[in-house]
């Protein structure tokens, strides 16, 4: 079990900010701020592992199937719901507080769950901050006797967002050297010359455009996108710079301890 201090509890005004970051959970967004009711006690322990909480019977179905309770981040030993500080919780998902203690020791994760052991790997199995909202909508109905379908309305419907993965733009000798010792190395002698060999173009951007026309969707432009992560975390830099293609991450200015980042979803070219 990973073990050691985090960042300091969340100040007392965070809940009301944590909750303008939920508002796509809630089908009545200005209802939000209702939950802002509920007697969460704050805790000023340091994290100290993980722990399934099990929660009363009548809000079972925030739990996944054949699991105990909610895998969540320990402040202290409790075991009831009703001492249990669940804005730090949700804050402690949501600004990937384990991932960057990890990586602030060890170095970057990429990403990689596995990397962090198999003890916390329920940690991202689930959505856990959508399970934690739909719990404290539950727990706000039973206390003010309404019915949290009435009340908060239903969860809204998930938009899905297809991205363009793109791991690389132009066939390198140094890639071609890479990707075709791991086919050798993996037996596929064959794969592994054709690799080093060919001069495949990576640039698809024309069908991709293409095909999406044809399917009636599009991509989008440039956007502000907020993201929950300190200042200090990520600094501008290019992520992929070749002789057509220049694809680079600039954060704005940053605005109540986040910070935005104009995010381009497709890259131009030097022909149009």
Not at 13 to 29: C, M, V
Not at 198 to 215: N, P, W
Request: glycine share 8%; proline share 7%.
């Amino acid at each position: 079990m990973v073990r050691g201090k985090f960042v300091e509890p969340l100040p007392g005004s965070a809940p009301r900010k944590i909750l303008e970051q939920l508002k796509p959970l809630f089908e009545i967004p200005d209802r939000t701020g209702d939950l802002l009711d509920l007697p969460i006690l704050r805790s000023q322990g340091v994290f100290s592992g993980w722990s399934w909480l099990e929660l009363p019977d009548w809000a079972r179905r925030c739990v996944p199937r054949d699991r105990p309770g909610l895998f969540l981040p320990r402040f202290s030993d409790t075991n009831s719901y009703l001492e249990y500080d669940w804005w730090r919780a949700i804050d402690f998902f949501l600004s990937c507080e384990f991932e960057r203690s990890i990586e602030a020791r060890s170095g970057p994760t990429h990403s990689y769950a596995g990397s962090m052991g198999e003890k916390v790997a329920p940690a991202f199995d689930y959505a856990w901050v959508n399970r934690i909202v739909a719990f404290l909508k539950i727990w706000w109905a039973r206390l003010h006797g309404l019915s949290v379908e009435n009340h908060f309305g239903e969860v809204p419907a998930g938009v899905i967002t297809l991205t363009h993965d793109v791991d690389a733009l132009e066939k390198t000798a140094r890639l071609r050297l890479k990707q075709s010792a791991f086919q050798l190395l993996s037996g596929n002698i064959g794969g592994g010359i054709r690799m080093l060999f060919s001069t495949e173009d990576y640039s698809r951007h024309a069908e991709i455009i293409a095909a999406e026309q044809a399917y009636g969707a599009f991509t989008l432009g440039q956007r502000e996108i907020p993201l929950l992560f300190p200042p200090d975390y990520w600094t501008p830099h290019t992520l992929s710079s070749t002789k057509n293609y220049s694809i680079s991450l600039s954060p704005s200015e940053a605005r109540e301890g986040q910070l935005g980042f104009t995010l381009p979803s497709l890259v131009g070219t030097k022909s149009g």
